[in-house]
C-alpha cells in the first residue's frame, strides 16, 4: 500500500485536516487574536527565518523568533507534533489561559489552532508534518489557512514578509 493511499484511508477515520471555516473565530471582526494581529502590522516588523527540511514522507519547519517578540501563528489545518529546541515562550490559544514552554519542549498542535507567541528568549520552533508533498506552495495550501484575518490586507507593505509570501504563494 502506498503512503498516498495509507493517508487517504486514514483521513477518512482519524480527520487530521478540518476546513477553516468550521473554527470559532475565522474572519470574526471581534476576535481578540484578529484585533492583535491587526495592531502588531503597525509596529516595527521582526524578522522570523524559517527553515524547511525534508525527509521521505515528512516536512519539517523551523522558525526562529528574536528574544522580545510577538507572533500570531497562522490557523493549523492538520495535527501534528512540534518541539520547543530553544527558548522560553508564553502561548495564547483561543479561549484558553496563556502557557509557558521551556527549552526542551514537546507537545502536538490540534487542526484548528491558532497561537499567540511572546518570546521571553531567542526561540526555535520546529513542527513536522507527514506528508509526501515537497513543493512550499503545495504545503502551504494544505497546512494553513492565510485569509483569516478580516482587518489584515495582503498588499500592505508592512504585512510580515513571511505571510505576505504564503498569501502569495496561494494565488
Known amino acids: 500500500m502506498t503512503l498516498e493511499t495509507t493517508e487517504n484511508i486514514a483521513g477518512k477515520f482519524v480527520g487530521n485536516y478540518k476546513d477553516p471555516t468550521e473554527f ?86 490540534k487542526a484548528g489552532t491558532r497561537r499567540l507567541l511572546y518570546n521571553h528568549e531567542d526561540t526555535i520552533w520546529v513542527a513536522c508534518y507527514a506528508t509526501q508533498l515537497t513543493d512550499i506552495k503545495e504545503l502551504t495550501k494544505s497546512l494553513v489557512c492565510t485569509d483569516m484575518n478580516p482587518f489584515m490586507d495582503i498588499n500592505d507593505p508592512r504585512m510580515p514578509l513571511w505571510d505576505q509570501n504564503k498569501i502569495k504563494e496561494l494565488q
Open 24 to 109: 470559532v473565530a475565522y474572519q470574526d471582526p471581534h476576535d481578540e487574536l484578529n484585533k492583535i494581529e491587526a495592531w502588531l502590522i503597525e509596529q516595527p516588523q521582526v524578522d522570523c527565518p524559517l527553515k524547511h527540511s525534508f525527509t521521505p514522507n515528512m516536512y519539517i519547519r523551523e522558525i526562529f523568533m528574536p528574544a522580545g517578540s510577538l507572533v500570531t501563528s497562522a490557523l493549523h489545518l492538520t495535527t501534528h507534533p512540534f518541539f520547543i529546541l530553544k527558548g522560553d515562550v508564553s502561548v495564547w490559544y483561543y479561549d484558553c489561559p496563556i502557557e509557558r514552554y521551556k527549552a526542551p519542549y514537546s507537545g502536538v498542535t
